[in-house]
């Protein structure tokens, strides 16, 4: 588990934080809700961390295609789960993406239950 760690991390190392608070959501400081995420980008992918503080592992996650320069098609999407060797998943991307993109995830408890979703064309690793 730490060797998948260590490889997440350095695929990070070149991320671009997405300076704007219309990429994601929920907004922790002004939605009130117990979910830390933020926009990056990756190479040709973004990645959204999600840190789940709140009592219910189901958090949804809207990404706005616009604000972190995106187009909803021909997109794939994966669930890392940095502290778990082979816990990485494929997901469906959304039918209908206009505009946003919703997504429902499972995403335990605190700072081990980190997860990134990545949107692009290749997997992070």
Known sequence: EVLHTIDVAYAMRT????????AVSPVWWKDDIPVVCFAEQVGNNIVIPVLNFGDDENVEITVNCAEVGIAGQHLKAWLVHPFEIGADE????????????????????????????????????
């Open 90 to 125: 494929a997901l469906q991307v959304p039918e209908e993406v206009g505009q946003k993109m919703h997504f429902r995830l499972a995403v335990p408890q605190g700072f081990a239950g980190l997860r990134l979703l990545v949107l692009g064309d290749t997997p992070l690793l």
């Open 15 to 22: 991320a671009n934080l997405i300076l704007s608070s219309r």
